[in-house]
Protein backbone atom coordinates (compact mmCIF):
# COMPACT_ATOMS: atom_id res chain seq x y z
CA UNK A 1 0.00 0.00 0.00
CA UNK A 2 1.47 3.49 -0.91
CA UNK A 3 2.23 5.49 2.48
CA UNK A 4 -0.82 7.92 3.41
CA UNK A 5 -1.01 11.49 2.11
CA UNK A 6 -0.92 13.83 4.85
CA UNK A 7 -3.16 17.09 6.15
CA UNK A 8 -2.28 19.56 7.84
CA UNK A 9 -5.15 22.05 8.81
CA UNK A 10 -5.22 25.32 10.75
CA UNK A 11 -8.52 26.85 11.86
CA UNK A 12 -9.11 29.85 12.54
CA UNK A 13 -12.36 31.34 14.73
CA UNK A 14 -15.84 30.44 15.85
CA UNK A 15 -17.17 26.43 16.80
CA UNK A 16 -18.55 25.99 13.71
CA UNK A 17 -15.21 25.96 12.07
CA UNK A 18 -14.10 23.81 14.15
CA UNK A 19 -16.50 21.44 13.20
CA UNK A 20 -15.86 22.57 9.86
CA UNK A 21 -12.01 21.44 9.96
CA UNK A 22 -13.18 18.06 11.22
CA UNK A 23 -15.53 17.03 8.44
CA UNK A 24 -13.00 18.48 5.79
CA UNK A 25 -10.40 15.98 7.57
CA UNK A 26 -13.08 13.07 7.47
CA UNK A 27 -13.89 13.35 3.28
CA UNK A 28 -10.39 13.81 2.61
CA UNK A 29 -10.09 10.88 4.63
CA UNK A 30 -11.76 8.82 1.96
CA UNK A 31 -9.06 10.40 -0.39
CA UNK A 32 -6.38 8.64 1.53
CA UNK A 33 -5.55 11.63 3.77
CA UNK A 34 -4.83 11.40 7.61
CA UNK A 35 -3.80 14.37 9.23
CA UNK A 36 -0.57 15.74 10.69
CA UNK A 37 0.03 18.08 13.44
CA UNK A 38 3.25 20.11 10.88
CA UNK A 39 2.76 21.70 7.99
CA UNK A 40 6.61 20.80 6.97
CA UNK A 41 4.92 16.94 6.73
CA UNK A 42 2.36 17.77 4.93
CA UNK A 43 1.04 17.02 1.28
CA UNK A 44 -1.58 19.40 1.51
CA UNK A 45 -2.28 22.50 4.06
CA UNK A 46 -5.44 24.15 4.25
CA UNK A 47 -6.40 26.97 6.43
CA UNK A 48 -9.80 27.23 7.49
CA UNK A 49 -10.04 30.62 8.40
CA UNK A 50 -12.50 33.34 9.58
CA UNK A 51 -13.44 36.99 8.45
CA UNK A 52 -15.32 37.89 11.64
CA UNK A 53 -11.75 40.20 13.16
CA UNK A 54 -10.07 42.79 11.20
CA UNK A 55 -7.87 42.76 8.81
CA UNK A 56 -8.64 38.48 8.47
CA UNK A 57 -7.91 38.64 5.14
CA UNK A 58 -4.51 40.60 5.14
CA UNK A 59 -3.46 38.00 7.80
CA UNK A 60 -4.25 35.36 5.33
CA UNK A 61 -2.19 36.41 2.61
CA UNK A 62 0.66 36.71 5.21
CA UNK A 63 -0.06 33.39 6.69
CA UNK A 64 0.06 32.12 3.04
CA UNK A 65 3.43 34.04 2.22
CA UNK A 66 4.95 31.59 4.75
CA UNK A 67 4.57 28.36 3.01
CA UNK A 68 6.32 29.83 -0.03
CA UNK A 69 9.72 28.03 0.95
CA UNK A 70 8.00 25.13 1.64
CA UNK A 71 5.97 24.78 -1.33
CA UNK A 72 9.51 25.18 -3.29
CA UNK A 73 10.74 22.41 -1.63
CA UNK A 74 7.87 19.84 -1.95
CA UNK A 75 6.29 21.30 -5.56
CA UNK A 76 3.57 18.55 -5.36
CA UNK A 77 2.10 20.37 -1.64
CA UNK A 78 -0.98 21.93 -2.49
CA UNK A 79 -1.97 24.57 -0.57
CA UNK A 80 -5.58 25.20 -0.39
CA UNK A 81 -8.24 28.37 1.69
CA UNK A 82 -11.51 27.32 3.27
CA UNK A 83 -14.07 29.23 5.73
CA UNK A 84 -15.44 32.79 5.78
CA UNK A 85 -12.10 34.02 3.94
CA UNK A 86 -12.39 32.13 1.40
CA UNK A 87 -16.34 32.88 0.78
CA UNK A 88 -15.74 36.74 1.15
CA UNK A 89 -12.60 36.58 -1.14
CA UNK A 90 -12.96 33.66 -3.48
CA UNK A 91 -10.99 34.44 -7.07
CA UNK A 92 -8.98 37.67 -5.28
CA UNK A 93 -7.04 34.61 -3.60
CA UNK A 94 -5.70 33.31 -6.37
CA UNK A 95 -5.09 36.16 -7.93
CA UNK A 96 -2.96 37.98 -4.80
CA UNK A 97 -1.39 34.19 -3.95
CA UNK A 98 -0.19 32.08 -6.65
CA UNK A 99 0.94 29.49 -4.23
CA UNK A 100 -2.79 28.84 -3.64
CA UNK A 101 -4.36 26.05 -5.47
CA UNK A 102 -7.75 25.10 -4.11
CA UNK A 103 -10.88 28.20 -2.60
CA UNK A 104 -13.40 26.41 -0.91
CA UNK A 105 -16.28 28.02 0.77
CA UNK A 106 -18.18 27.11 3.79
CA UNK A 107 -20.81 25.60 1.92
CA UNK A 108 -18.69 23.40 -0.56
CA UNK A 109 -16.75 21.06 1.30
CA UNK A 110 -18.43 18.29 0.73
CA UNK A 111 -16.88 19.06 -3.04
CA UNK A 112 -13.37 18.98 -1.80
CA UNK A 113 -12.42 14.87 -2.71
CA UNK A 114 -13.47 16.55 -6.44
CA UNK A 115 -11.48 19.43 -5.99
CA UNK A 116 -8.53 17.92 -4.40
CA UNK A 117 -8.62 15.32 -7.13
CA UNK A 118 -8.33 18.50 -9.92
CA UNK A 119 -5.57 20.43 -8.15
CA UNK A 120 -3.63 16.90 -8.68
CA UNK A 121 -3.91 17.57 -12.07
CA UNK A 122 -2.30 20.31 -12.13
CA UNK A 123 -5.34 22.78 -11.90
CA UNK A 124 -6.56 25.23 -9.55
CA UNK A 125 -9.96 24.74 -7.97
CA UNK A 126 -12.63 27.58 -6.62
CA UNK A 127 -15.79 27.09 -5.31
CA UNK A 128 -17.41 29.71 -3.24
CA UNK A 129 -20.96 28.43 -4.53
CA UNK A 130 -24.37 28.25 -2.24
CA UNK A 131 -25.44 24.57 -3.87
CA UNK A 132 -28.56 23.34 -3.91
CA UNK A 133 -27.29 19.58 -2.28
CA UNK A 134 -26.65 18.61 1.47
CA UNK A 135 -23.44 18.81 2.10
CA UNK A 136 -23.86 17.17 5.52
CA UNK A 137 -25.65 14.13 3.85
CA UNK A 138 -22.82 14.33 1.83
CA UNK A 139 -19.92 14.47 4.64
CA UNK A 140 -21.13 12.09 6.92
CA UNK A 141 -19.49 9.23 5.02
CA UNK A 142 -16.71 9.01 7.59
CA UNK A 143 -14.95 6.17 9.37
CA UNK A 144 -16.19 5.48 12.96
CA UNK A 145 -13.17 6.45 15.06
CA UNK A 146 -13.39 7.02 18.87
CA UNK A 147 -13.77 10.85 20.13
CA UNK A 148 -13.27 12.63 23.19
CA UNK A 149 -16.12 13.39 25.40
CA UNK A 150 -17.44 16.56 23.85
CA UNK A 151 -18.71 17.50 20.15
CA UNK A 152 -19.81 20.10 18.22
CA UNK A 153 -22.69 19.35 16.13
CA UNK A 154 -24.02 21.98 13.47
CA UNK A 155 -27.55 22.45 13.25
CA UNK A 156 -27.85 25.52 11.57
CA UNK A 157 -26.05 27.92 9.23
CA UNK A 158 -26.26 30.98 8.69
CA UNK A 159 -28.29 34.06 9.49
CA UNK A 160 -31.02 36.76 8.15
CA UNK A 161 -30.52 39.42 10.84
CA UNK A 162 -28.21 41.49 8.85
CA UNK A 163 -26.72 43.51 11.83
CA UNK A 164 -25.00 46.69 10.59
CA UNK A 165 -21.57 45.42 11.68
CA UNK A 166 -21.87 42.00 10.87
CA UNK A 167 -20.06 39.79 7.98
CA UNK A 168 -21.69 36.57 8.65
CA UNK A 169 -25.13 37.28 6.40
CA UNK A 170 -22.86 37.42 3.61
CA UNK A 171 -19.80 35.00 3.90
CA UNK A 172 -22.21 32.26 5.34
CA UNK A 173 -25.41 33.48 3.81
CA UNK A 174 -28.94 32.61 4.61
CA UNK A 175 -30.16 30.98 7.47
CA UNK A 176 -30.54 27.30 6.77
CA UNK A 177 -31.47 24.20 9.55
CA UNK A 178 -31.13 20.89 8.67
CA UNK A 179 -33.39 18.32 8.95
CA UNK A 180 -34.14 17.05 12.44
CA UNK A 181 -34.18 13.32 11.85
CA UNK A 182 -30.43 13.69 10.58
CA UNK A 183 -29.20 15.62 13.65
CA UNK A 184 -30.67 13.02 15.77
CA UNK A 185 -28.93 10.36 13.58
CA UNK A 186 -25.10 12.50 14.00
CA UNK A 187 -25.84 12.65 17.54
CA UNK A 188 -26.31 8.68 18.04
CA UNK A 189 -23.02 7.90 16.41
CA UNK A 190 -21.63 10.81 17.90
CA UNK A 191 -22.32 8.85 21.23
CA UNK A 192 -21.46 5.52 19.98
CA UNK A 193 -18.25 6.88 19.58
CA UNK A 194 -17.83 8.14 23.29
CA UNK A 195 -19.09 11.75 23.12
CA UNK A 196 -21.44 12.35 26.03
CA UNK A 197 -22.05 16.47 25.44
CA UNK A 198 -22.90 17.73 22.65
CA UNK A 199 -23.17 21.48 21.54
CA UNK A 200 -25.25 22.17 19.22
CA UNK A 201 -24.12 24.81 16.67
CA UNK A 202 -25.63 27.42 14.56
CA UNK A 203 -24.67 30.96 13.84
CA UNK A 204 -28.15 31.78 14.92
CA UNK A 205 -28.94 28.64 16.36
CA UNK A 206 -32.07 29.66 18.37
CA UNK A 207 -33.47 30.48 14.52
CA UNK A 208 -33.50 26.48 14.43
CA UNK A 209 -36.73 25.53 12.11
CA UNK A 210 -35.34 22.03 10.70
CA UNK A 211 -37.96 19.62 9.15
CA UNK A 212 -39.38 17.38 11.72
CA UNK A 213 -41.74 14.10 11.64
CA UNK A 214 -45.10 16.55 11.83
CA UNK A 215 -43.77 19.67 10.41
CA UNK A 216 -40.95 22.11 11.46
CA UNK A 217 -39.47 21.71 14.88
CA UNK A 218 -38.25 24.49 16.87
CA UNK A 219 -34.77 23.77 18.67
CA UNK A 220 -36.60 23.14 22.05
CA UNK A 221 -38.15 20.47 19.91
CA UNK A 222 -34.55 19.73 18.64
CA UNK A 223 -33.24 19.69 22.27
CA UNK A 224 -35.92 16.94 23.70
CA UNK A 225 -35.75 15.04 21.15
CA UNK A 226 -31.48 14.46 21.98
CA UNK A 227 -32.89 14.11 25.53
CA UNK A 228 -34.03 11.16 24.73
CA UNK A 229 -30.96 10.03 23.19
CA UNK A 230 -29.35 6.92 25.24
CA UNK A 231 -25.51 8.04 26.27
CA UNK A 232 -25.92 11.87 25.96
CA UNK A 233 -25.75 13.18 29.04
CA UNK A 234 -25.33 16.86 28.02
CA UNK A 235 -26.78 19.49 25.70
CA UNK A 236 -25.70 22.97 25.00
CA UNK A 237 -26.34 25.59 22.06
CA UNK A 238 -24.79 28.24 20.63
CA UNK A 239 -25.26 31.58 19.30
CA UNK A 240 -28.56 32.89 20.07
CA UNK A 241 -30.50 35.76 19.32
CA UNK A 242 -32.54 37.41 22.19
CA UNK A 243 -35.63 37.75 19.39
CA UNK A 244 -35.76 34.35 18.76
CA UNK A 245 -35.71 33.12 22.40
CA UNK A 246 -38.86 31.39 22.10
CA UNK A 247 -41.30 30.56 25.31
CA UNK A 248 -40.64 26.75 24.75
CA UNK A 249 -36.67 27.17 24.62
CA UNK A 250 -37.16 28.81 28.20
CA UNK A 251 -39.08 26.21 29.56
CA UNK A 252 -36.50 23.57 28.40
CA UNK A 253 -34.17 25.62 30.57
CA UNK A 254 -36.25 24.96 33.75
CA UNK A 255 -37.61 21.10 32.52
CA UNK A 256 -35.07 19.79 30.02
CA UNK A 257 -32.70 17.72 32.15
CA UNK A 258 -29.79 17.19 29.99
CA UNK A 259 -30.02 20.87 28.84
CA UNK A 260 -27.37 22.82 30.82
CA UNK A 261 -27.61 25.98 33.14
CA UNK A 262 -25.27 28.23 30.48
CA UNK A 263 -26.57 30.27 27.83
CA UNK A 264 -24.70 32.49 25.39
CA UNK A 265 -27.14 35.64 24.58
CA UNK A 266 -25.04 38.13 22.54
CA UNK A 267 -27.05 42.11 23.53
CA UNK A 268 -24.15 43.95 21.83
CA UNK A 269 -24.57 47.15 23.22
CA UNK A 270 -27.20 48.46 25.98
CA UNK A 271 -28.04 51.40 24.20
CA UNK A 272 -31.09 51.67 22.54
CA UNK A 273 -30.11 54.31 20.49
CA UNK A 274 -27.19 52.12 19.18
CA UNK A 275 -28.92 49.46 19.22
CA UNK A 276 -31.16 50.60 16.27
CA UNK A 277 -28.29 51.85 14.35
CA UNK A 278 -26.79 48.33 14.88
CA UNK A 279 -30.27 46.80 13.48
CA UNK A 280 -30.53 44.33 16.48
CA UNK A 281 -34.03 44.92 16.53
CA UNK A 282 -34.53 44.31 20.18
CA UNK A 283 -33.87 47.16 22.94
CA UNK A 284 -31.99 47.13 26.30
CA UNK A 285 -35.24 46.56 28.04
CA UNK A 286 -36.25 43.55 26.19
CA UNK A 287 -33.57 41.97 26.72
CA UNK A 288 -33.63 42.39 30.34
CA UNK A 289 -37.11 41.39 30.77
CA UNK A 290 -36.13 37.84 28.93
CA UNK A 291 -33.52 37.28 30.74
CA UNK A 292 -35.51 37.82 33.58
CA UNK A 293 -37.83 35.33 32.35
CA UNK A 294 -35.15 32.83 31.73
CA UNK A 295 -34.07 32.86 35.30
CA UNK A 296 -36.96 32.25 36.15
CA UNK A 297 -36.87 29.21 34.69
CA UNK A 298 -33.86 28.54 35.31
CA UNK A 299 -32.48 30.80 38.54
CA UNK A 300 -29.19 29.44 38.57
CA UNK A 301 -28.43 29.87 34.41
CA UNK A 302 -25.03 31.63 34.01
CA UNK A 303 -25.54 33.88 31.56
CA UNK A 304 -22.51 34.74 28.53
CA UNK A 305 -22.52 37.80 25.94
CA UNK A 306 -20.74 39.45 23.43
CA UNK A 307 -20.23 43.27 23.68
CA UNK A 308 -18.64 45.64 20.74
CA UNK A 309 -17.41 48.70 21.93
CA UNK A 310 -16.98 51.89 20.17
CA UNK A 311 -19.42 51.21 17.45
CA UNK A 312 -19.51 54.35 15.18
CA UNK A 313 -21.42 57.12 17.14
CA UNK A 314 -20.91 55.81 20.34
CA UNK A 315 -21.13 58.56 22.19
CA UNK A 316 -20.06 58.75 26.63
CA UNK A 317 -23.52 58.54 27.78
CA UNK A 318 -24.34 55.11 25.02
CA UNK A 319 -21.00 53.16 26.78
CA UNK A 320 -22.48 53.94 30.31
CA UNK A 321 -25.96 52.21 29.03
CA UNK A 322 -23.67 49.07 28.27
CA UNK A 323 -22.17 49.00 31.25
CA UNK A 324 -25.40 49.80 33.40
CA UNK A 325 -26.70 46.62 31.66
CA UNK A 326 -23.78 44.63 32.40
CA UNK A 327 -24.01 45.44 35.96
CA UNK A 328 -27.35 44.52 36.31
CA UNK A 329 -26.95 41.10 34.12
CA UNK A 330 -23.85 39.99 35.44
CA UNK A 331 -22.62 37.77 32.92
CA UNK A 332 -20.59 34.44 33.90
CA UNK A 333 -18.60 34.71 30.78
CA UNK A 334 -18.45 37.81 27.99
CA UNK A 335 -16.54 38.40 24.83
CA UNK A 336 -16.27 42.35 24.26
CA UNK A 337 -14.57 43.52 20.86
CA UNK A 338 -13.84 46.70 19.79
CA UNK A 339 -15.74 47.62 16.98
CA UNK A 340 -13.77 47.29 13.63
CA UNK A 341 -14.94 47.95 10.10
CA UNK A 342 -15.86 44.93 7.63
CA UNK A 343 -16.17 46.36 4.20
CA UNK A 344 -19.23 46.09 2.30
CA UNK A 345 -21.50 46.07 5.62
CA UNK A 346 -23.63 49.05 6.41
CA UNK A 347 -21.93 50.45 9.33
CA UNK A 348 -18.28 50.49 7.40
CA UNK A 349 -19.83 53.96 5.94
CA UNK A 350 -20.24 56.09 8.85
CA UNK A 351 -18.12 57.95 11.20
CA UNK A 352 -16.06 56.09 13.27
CA UNK A 353 -14.67 56.56 16.91
CA UNK A 354 -11.36 57.78 17.88
CA UNK A 355 -9.55 54.44 18.64
CA UNK A 356 -8.22 55.99 21.32
CA UNK A 357 -11.73 56.52 23.56
CA UNK A 358 -12.80 52.94 22.11
CA UNK A 359 -10.09 51.26 23.68
CA UNK A 360 -10.34 53.08 26.95
CA UNK A 361 -14.18 51.66 27.28
CA UNK A 362 -13.23 48.40 26.08
CA UNK A 363 -10.57 48.31 28.78
CA UNK A 364 -13.24 49.21 31.12
CA UNK A 365 -15.94 47.27 30.05
CA UNK A 366 -13.48 44.08 30.83
CA UNK A 367 -12.92 45.06 34.03
CA UNK A 368 -16.47 45.12 35.26
CA UNK A 369 -17.17 42.10 33.27
CA UNK A 370 -14.04 40.09 34.73
CA UNK A 371 -15.22 41.23 38.17
CA UNK A 372 -18.26 39.09 37.83
CA UNK A 373 -16.80 36.87 36.46
CA UNK A 374 -14.57 36.50 38.90
CA UNK A 375 -17.98 36.73 41.71
CA UNK A 376 -20.07 34.02 40.14
CA UNK A 377 -16.62 32.05 40.25
CA UNK A 378 -15.95 32.58 43.53
CA UNK A 379 -19.54 32.21 44.59
CA UNK A 380 -19.13 28.24 43.00
CA UNK A 381 -17.06 27.55 46.45
CA UNK A 382 -18.57 25.48 48.43
CA UNK A 383 -21.25 23.68 45.86
CA UNK A 384 -21.53 20.58 44.42
CA UNK A 385 -21.31 20.34 40.99
CA UNK A 386 -21.38 17.65 38.36
CA UNK A 387 -17.98 17.16 35.92
CA UNK A 388 -17.85 15.71 32.94
CA UNK A 389 -14.01 14.86 32.77
CA UNK A 390 -12.13 15.46 29.54
CA UNK A 391 -8.48 15.12 30.38
CA UNK A 392 -5.73 14.42 32.46
CA UNK A 393 -4.57 18.03 34.30
CA UNK A 394 -0.75 19.29 34.10
CA UNK A 395 0.15 17.55 37.42
CA UNK A 396 0.37 13.87 38.35
CA UNK A 397 -2.93 11.94 38.97
CA UNK A 398 -5.03 14.97 38.51
CA UNK A 399 -8.16 15.30 36.01
CA UNK A 400 -9.65 18.03 34.43
CA UNK A 401 -13.15 18.59 33.19
CA UNK A 402 -16.17 21.12 33.06
CA UNK A 403 -18.80 22.11 35.56
CA UNK A 404 -22.50 21.98 34.05
CA UNK A 405 -21.80 26.24 33.93
CA UNK A 406 -18.99 25.29 31.67
CA UNK A 407 -16.07 26.01 34.51
CA UNK A 408 -13.40 24.41 34.46
CA UNK A 409 -12.61 22.38 37.45
CA UNK A 410 -9.50 20.44 38.35
CA UNK A 411 -9.60 17.58 40.38
CA UNK A 412 -6.24 15.92 42.46
CA UNK A 413 -5.62 12.53 43.37
CA UNK A 414 -8.68 11.59 40.77
CA UNK A 415 -9.96 8.10 40.35
CA UNK A 416 -11.88 8.81 37.09
CA UNK A 417 -11.28 8.48 33.45
CA UNK A 418 -12.02 10.31 30.53
CA UNK A 419 -15.53 10.45 30.05
CA UNK A 420 -16.31 10.23 33.22
CA UNK A 421 -19.59 12.64 34.83
CA UNK A 422 -19.16 12.64 38.87
CA UNK A 423 -20.04 15.06 41.80
CA UNK A 424 -17.81 17.38 42.81
CA UNK A 425 -17.38 19.30 45.43
CA UNK A 426 -15.26 22.64 45.13
CA UNK A 427 -13.06 24.07 47.47
CA UNK A 428 -11.45 26.25 45.52
CA UNK A 429 -11.55 29.04 43.17
CA UNK A 430 -8.48 30.36 41.33
CA UNK A 431 -7.86 32.93 38.80
CA UNK A 432 -9.45 30.66 35.66
CA UNK A 433 -10.39 27.55 37.02
CA UNK A 434 -12.15 25.84 39.83
CA UNK A 435 -10.84 22.94 41.93
CA UNK A 436 -12.47 20.47 44.06
CA UNK A 437 -13.08 16.85 45.50
CA UNK A 438 -14.99 13.97 44.13
CA UNK A 439 -17.79 13.33 46.49
N1 LIG B 1 -16.42 44.53 14.92
C1 LIG B 1 -16.27 44.06 16.18
N2 LIG B 1 -16.86 42.95 16.65
C2 LIG B 1 -17.64 42.26 15.80
N3 LIG B 1 -18.36 41.13 15.98
C3 LIG B 1 -18.95 40.83 14.80
N4 LIG B 1 -18.64 41.74 13.87
C4 LIG B 1 -17.84 42.66 14.47
C5 LIG B 1 -17.20 43.84 14.03
N5 LIG B 1 -17.35 44.31 12.80
C6 LIG B 1 -18.48 40.43 17.26
C7 LIG B 1 -19.94 40.44 17.76
C8 LIG B 1 -20.36 39.01 17.54
C9 LIG B 1 -19.07 38.29 17.75
C10 LIG B 1 -19.02 36.89 17.22
O1 LIG B 1 -18.11 39.07 17.12
O2 LIG B 1 -19.96 40.77 19.13
O3 LIG B 1 -21.40 38.62 18.44
FE1 LIG C 1 -23.98 38.56 12.62
FE2 LIG C 1 -25.12 37.37 14.77
FE3 LIG C 1 -26.12 39.70 13.78
FE4 LIG C 1 -26.39 37.40 12.39
S1 LIG C 1 -27.30 37.89 14.42
S2 LIG C 1 -25.80 39.40 11.56
S3 LIG C 1 -24.44 36.36 12.86
S4 LIG C 1 -24.09 39.37 14.74
Not at 40 to 58: G, P, S, V
Not at 105 to 133: I, N, V, W
Request: glycine fraction near 8%; charge should be negative.
Amino acid sequence: MSEPKKLYIKTYGCQMNVYDSERMSETLGGQGYVETKSPEDADMILLNTCHIREKAAEKVYSELGRFKGLKAEKPDLKIGVAGCVAQAEGEEIMRRQPLVDLVVGPQSYHRLPEMEAKTRTGAKALDTDFPEEDKFEKLKNRPKAKRGPTAFLTVQEGCDKFCAFCVVPYTRGAEVSRPADRIIREAQDLVERGVREITLLGQNVNAYHGAGPNGDMTLAGLIWELNKVDGLERIRFTTSHPNDMADDLIEAHGTCNKLMPYLHLPVQSGSDRILKRMNRSHTAESYLRLIERIRAARPDIVMSGDFIVGFPEETEEDFQATLDLVQEVKYGYAYSFKYSTRPGTPAAERSQVDPDVADDRLQRLQALITQHQREIQDAMVGRKVSVLFEKPGRLAGQMVGKSEYLHSVHVSDADVAVGELRDVRITNSGANSLAGKLI
